[in-house]
């Protein structure tokens, strides 16, 4: 097997040493080669090509194995730096404060069984305020059974990543549509199986004719709020489809435009093994909005 530095590896031979490299390279190149070295040994072994996202790293390892009469590992490392769009940009932090935050099932849940508990308390002469533990049991178990029911028919909210730059357009460039997107799935629903869960039926169709069956349908995961190359605001819907192909999403293309526009192009993309993204781009020029 050939490196890059020139020297040659041969299986059941010792390797030469990898001299590091004294060459000096700007420090605007994009692409920085970073070589690792340790003690010898003999090969055993194909490359592997691992990909670090939160590094945004090629890395191409070469294991050689040692001998059993050998301590000693040998692995040679290549990282290659990958550009990409938003990898420079700022996140936009959503820590404040909202009702649409906050779970009713939680809340109602928490207050019954607080009331249910010092009710019982109070009655048996365990705690004091004996004379309201008829009141903390009167209120406290109708509570306890709406917070167990809200709880049991709760739809968490989706994470949302807004970059810096699409905050900015999404005021003045997002649909009142797109609006209504983000803010009915960033927030608890109660009696609804999945998010947008009346759009993708009728998108997808569920079991009519040229349609998908119920428990194959996407479910989402997550939104983006991002630019796109050509400066325009776009939402990203995140979608998670074991049992469908991109073609699939393909063919609906102009039905996602139909059903969340007007004035939007939809764009769709596979992502990570079953993930498949959805891009709902706005129109709207941001240069000659107001």
Known sequence: MRIASGATVCSGHRSPSLPYSTRSRPASTQSQLIWRRRNSSRTNGSAKVFLKANERKLVLLSPLRAAESDSSTTQTALSVEIPNNNYNKTLISDDGFSLSKVSFGVVGLGVGLSLLSYGFGAYFNVLPGSE????????????????M???????????????????????????????????????????????????????????????????????????????????????????????????????????????????????????EKDLYEVRLISNTDPKSSS
């Open 132 to 147: 309201w533990s008829a009141i903390m049991l009167t209120y406290g178990f109708p509570l306890a059974i709406i917070g």
């Open 149 to 271: 029911a809200l709880k049991y028919a709760e739809l968490k909210p989706v994470p949302c990543l807004t970059y810096s730059d699409a905050q900015s357009l999404s005021e003045k460039c997002a649909t009142p549509i797109l609006k209504q997107v983000k803010s009915d799935v960033t927030r608890f629903r109660y009696g609804d199986e999945q998010h947008l869960d009346e759009a993708l039926k009728r998108i997808f169709q569920y079991g009519q004719g040229g349609g998908i069956p119920r428990r194959s349908a996407p479910v989402l995961q997550m939104i983006r709020e991002e630019v796109t190359d050509d400066g325009k605001y776009s939402l990203v819907l995140v979608f998670e489809a074991k049992a469908l192909q991109l073609s699939d999403f393909e063919q609906r293309q102009a039905k996602f435009a139909s059903f969340f526009g007007p004035g939007i192009t939809a764009e769709v993309g596979k992502g």
